[in-house]
């Protein structure tokens, strides 16, 4: 079965500072991989995705995230933070086995920015 | 385009209770899911619907979970009765079907305390 670990689940930043948010895969064949974004009571956003096309994805709000095989890692990156990216953040891959596409959610990491 | 919609949005109940959650989907949509989220954890599958049929329901608690798609539009969660454990949000999303990957859009959230 496929699986995500987020390596932290808490991170603070000052505004304008980068942000580096780790995630690690397991998965027994090349997998489709998400970031997702919840803001407090609102609901979940898709951030960005990689499905087998170019390794370094751009999402929405200046995110990205590079896929590394070797590294079996999906970290989601922002050169500087912004007060409005403060939020619960959630590493997802799809899991297609048994016939039905399924999203399996790491457990978060929650992200903190400082003024 | 209107996103999904959930309701309520807050319930309170005490434990052998029984509760309903309602979601009505992206117009359009085939395919409905719900998901469960305990707070300091990613959401769960639960449930999912293409049109009306179940595609997955391996995660569902069926003792006391049971979920429908009456016309393949909007879909109803029941818990019966509830668990202290039962506590958590509950997601619904739906998605499009239009090839390799289709993207889940979800709704705010039904929060359940269970007393």
């Known amino acids: 079965a496929q699986s995500v670990t987020q390596l932290d689940s808490h991170v603070s930043v000052s505004e304008g500072t980068p942000v580096l948010l780790r995630c690690n895969y397991s998965?027994?064949?090349?997998?489709?991989l998400f970031w997702y974004v919840q803001h407090p009571n609102k609901g979940l956003q898709l951030l960005l995705k990689?499905?087998?096309?170019?390794?370094l994805v751009k999402g929405i709000n200046g995110f990205e995230a590079e896929f590394k095989k070797s590294e079996t890692s999906f970290h989601l990156t922002k050169p500087s933070a912004h007060m409005s990216d403060a939020a619960e953040y959630f590493c997802v891959v799809s899991d297609s086995q048994g016939g039905s596409e399924k999203l399996v959610f790491g457990k978060g990491t929650k992200l903190t920015v400082n003024p | 385009e209107a996103g999904v919609a959930q309701s309520p949005r807050y319930k309170i109940i005490e434990k052998r209770q029984s509760v309903a959650f309602w979601c009505n989907p992206i117009s359009g949509h085939a395919t409905l899911y719900w998901y469960q989220q305990i707070l300091g954890q990613g959401p769960k599958l639960l449930i999912q619907?293409?049109?009306?049929?179940?595609?997955?329901d391996s995660q569902l608690p069926k003792d006391r979970f049971s979920a429908e798609r009456l016309k393949g539009v909007d879909s109803t969660l029941k818990i019966q009765p509830a668990k202290l454990e039962d506590s958590a949000v509950y997601l619904c999303a739906s998605s499009f079907d239009r090839g390799q990957y289709n993207e889940q859009f979800f709704g705010p959230g039904t929060r359940l305390t269970v007393l």
């Open positions: 619907f293409q049109n009306n049929g179940v595609v997955d």
């Open positions: 998965s027994s064949y090349s997998p489709s």
């Open positions: 990689y499905t087998s096309a170019a390794t």
